[in-house]
């Protein structure tokens, strides 16, 4: 007997994630699709208000998922004081793990979840995978919807028959094309690698091998393997970062305010800056130029981050926020940005990530989507 899968959708605040669920609402409105957020109490103010318009457009609430219920204050501050004020830094990640990655384990449950993640086309990340073997993750806007692991299982040499014999059920009576044949029993070796064949495949035909690998999971515990239908395994689109604010902006829930650059001088030279990323004010993976413009654009939240380092643990490994506002130093960033990012007069980005690109991919994709 087929069980109730759950379809689900973090939304973080930023925008790929409210892009993602603009989209899968317009493409598929089938799918009973519920959202969460998982709320640390410290996202910047600008990340609340989009998540107030997209519920809006969703006509759907979009479940704020707490983490230490019952406590008095923000759930950040419980663990902040629970580990002593010891700060969680790239390397010890402890505000993923338990103010985004629990509460949403919790929610989930036992169920069966296919779960909505909006890594994008243009990115060439694998975001995160539940380790829970009843949450499966897929990834509407990549031409591969698929996670690693499952294509790790398909794309095994030893399930090679097993595939070829799919691909020809879908195919009925017709043969499978010679050029689709070599793919499918090529095996993957160092030199012919899975990343490879993937690319191979998909080359062949997105539908076929989507609607193969829909086949094939049903020899697994995926919760896919519960559905009889799936309508993203015609999805061929592919989207990438431009595409995703024209989706916001046409939708009406708009572009995350902190997004929008903003014009500084420094000795004579003019830049832009914004923040690149959803996620805390204080977020640890932010570069130098957006605490700068945290000091300067939100003076009240950069005063809160400063607090949080009198527990003798530093944001930054390497210079106490007290040191980074220097006017000094708030100059030499400055010129750094800007000699790093070549601003001139003639080229003014609308956007602080047309010239962040590389920030943008840096950090965390539970928070940052
Ligand atoms: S946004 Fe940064 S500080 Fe906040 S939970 Fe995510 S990684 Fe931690």
Redo the contacts with the bound molecule.
């Keep these: 007997m087929n069980k109730r899968v759950r379809h689900v959708l973090g939304i973080s605040g930023g925008k790929d994630s409210a892009a993602l669920a603009i989209y899968l609402k317009k493409k598929y409105p089938q799918l009973d699709i519920e959202y969460y957020f998982c709320d640390?109490g410290?996202e910047l103010k600008e990340s609340y208000r989009i998540l107030e318009n997209l519920q809006v457009f969703l006509g759907k609430e979009i479940k704020r998922l707490r983490a230490a219920s019952g406590y008095h204050g923000d759930p950040?501050d419980y663990y902040y004081e629970l580990y002593r004020g010891f700060l969680?830094s790239s390397n010890a990640?402890w505000?993923?793990k338990t103010?985004?990655l629990e509460p949403f384990e919790e929610f989930v449950g036992k169920d069966p979840v296919v779960s909505y993640v909006a890594i994008r086309g243009d990115e060439d990340r694998e975001g995160y995978i539940s380790k829970k073997p009843n949450i499966q993750s897929i990834f509407p806007f990549r031409k591969n919807i698929w996670s690693e692991d499952v294509i790790e299982k398909v794309l095994d040499n030893k399930n090679k028959n097993i595939i070829s014999g799919i691909f020809q059920k879908q195919l009925e009576n017709d043969k499978i094309p010679n050029m689709i044949e070599n793919i499918l029993y090529k095996s993957t070796t160092p030199s012919y690698t899975r990343e490879r064949k993937l690319k191979d495949l998909l080359s062949a035909g997105v539908v076929l091998f989507n609607k193969a690998v829909f086949e094939f999971l049903k020899t697994t515990d995926y919760p896919l393997s519960h559905l009889d239908t799936f309508p993203l395994l015609d999805n061929q689109d592919v989207l990438v970062r431009d595409d995703i604010f024209r989706i916001l902006e046409e939708s009406g829930v708009g572009i995350p305010e902190y997004y929008k650059s903003i014009e500084f001088t420094v000795n004579g030279k003019t830049g832009t800056y914004s923040r690149s990323?959803?996620?805390?004010f204080?977020?640890?993976?932010q570069q130098k130029i957006e605490w700068v413009w945290l000091y300067e654009q939100h003076p009240d939240l950069f005063k809160k981050a400063m607090e949080y380092e009198n527990s003798g643990f530093n944001w930054k490994q390497d210079e106490k926020l007290e040191d980074l506002i220097k006017p000094e130093r708030i100059n030499r960033i400055k010129e750094e940005y800007i000699k790093r990012n070549g601003f001139s007069s003639e080229k003014k980005s609308g956007f602080l990530i047309d010239v962040l690109g590389i920030a943008e991919d840096e950090?965390?994709a539970?928070?940052?989507l």
């Design positions: 640390t410290k950040f969680p990640r505000c993923t103010l985004k990323r959803s996620g805390c204080f977020c640890f993976f950090g965390c539970v928070c940052f």
